[in-house]
């Protein structure tokens, strides 16, 4: 470790508040300006038509559903590059960077070949035929991009590897100026571009993520003349490493991939319902991920965190940093949800400025009501996000996995079924389905996390006592 970060470490008592925000807090502003970019693009195409805002939703669920399981090994990048720094093994940095430069063009250009098969993908679902055009351009453009989001994810995991989060949510926010800048020329035209409209914004998210890789790579190359990392030296393939990343990288992924699939599948039944109940659901769940997607970055903060303590023997301090953490996400989605229960018009605001006055006002009243389920779970989304990342920062990954797994089917897709197919339309009636949905998930982690069985887990092996303190890098090098 080099001596800046000790001295910036120093400065916070572990498991103390200051230490929760100095990591939490910059991974909870890169998180929210991903969620921001999504934001101002829905915002946008309401303005544009009712039709590309209720192919947003479908189409991008589909988009990360597909490339979760690569993401998982992007993200993935950042524990190889935290371990080789703590075993002072500056050159196998290099050599993950490369892998996952290498692992992220080819599974980049895999996902982005799927493109080709969105027409038959989305003639599957049934939609009104002018959501399915934009749904299949949608789609296909952010597919397109697949490449450029994988690497932006994996140089991002150089640096948060290292612990310097602070650069991964400065790149982040550059990315959501750059969105915002071309967002409405793209979708709306000028006297030299044509308007393109859902297409559009997903050209401008395209740039916008290369726009982010090129200055995490610009401030990769600047720290690796600073402080001699050799990473052009170590421009190589490694096989072994590469199978290895994606083998500790897939799992995670998969955790990733089971959570989304049961609300892509959600947003496509939904869509049978028609237009107008798409397009409210979708401005509900847009809203909800302005609050959700930042309490993620908090989640990976408290997995860090846990997983320090747990290798440190201290899992009692470990529990003093959960504990902090739940305060903090109560408080921040507990705003949220006075804003969603008290203030919803002043949230639709941005959405009406633009919008067909009649069209929209009738969809509005359908949000307020949806917002209302958000409002319910999102206190359970806090809670599950919390205990989750925190028996995960302990190496608790199976029940997780397994809790999304059954919930997803027993308690989201086979209700959500039924509800539209036995029993007959109802949009709250799905809406109830997706409330049971999160508040078990939130039950599960906090019952697991109470169980205490992470308290004796380990992800790492234990040290020998003869060994230097930087010999056991962890059992991702042992294995």
Known sequence: MSRPTRLLESRHTPGSLSELLMVALPLMVSFGSQSLMQFVDRVFLTWHSEAALAATMPAGLLCWTIMSLALGVANYTGTFVAQYEGAGRKERVAVVIWQAVFLSLLLGTLLASTGLLAPWLFGLIGHPADVQANEVSYYSILMAGAPLSLLMASLSSFFSGRNQTAIVMAANLGAVLVNLLLDYTFIFGNSFIPGMGIRGAAYATVLANLSGCLVLAAVLIAVNRWQSYGLFSAVRFDSELAWRM???????????????????????????????????????????????????????????????????????????????????????MGSWVIAYLFFPH????????????????????????????????????????????????????????????????????????????????????????ATVYVTAIGIGMYWRYQQGKWQQMRVIEAEPAAESETSPACSLLAS
């Open 246 to 332: 994606v083998r500790y990288g897939v799992p995670m992924g998969t955790q990733t991939f089971v959570d989304i699939s049961g609300f892509t599948v959600f947003s496509f039944v939904v869509g049978t319902l028609g237009t107008e109940a798409l397009a409210a659901s979708n401005l509900a769940f847009n809203l909800n991920a302005l609050a959700f997607i930042p309490m993620v970055g908090l989640g990976i903060g408290v997995m860090t965190l846990v997983g320090r303590r747990i290798g440190e023997g201290r899992p009692l301090l470990a529990r003093k940093t959960v504990n902090r953490a739940l305060g903090v996400g109560m408080i921040y």
């Open 346 to 433: 002043l949230l639709l605001a941005p959405f009406s400025v633009y919008a067909e006055e009649a069209q929209f006002a009738e969809t509005q009243d359908t949000v307020v009501i949806l917002l209302r389920f958000v409002a319910v779970y999102s206190l359970f989304d806090a809670i599950a996000l919390v205990y989750g990342y925190a028996i995960r920062g302990a190496g608790d990954t199976v029940f997780p996995l397994a809790i999304f797994a059954v919930s997803s089917i027993t308690l989201l897709i086979g209700p959500v079924m039924v509800i539209t197919t036995v029993w007959g339309a109802s949009l709250y009636a799905c809406w109830g389905a």
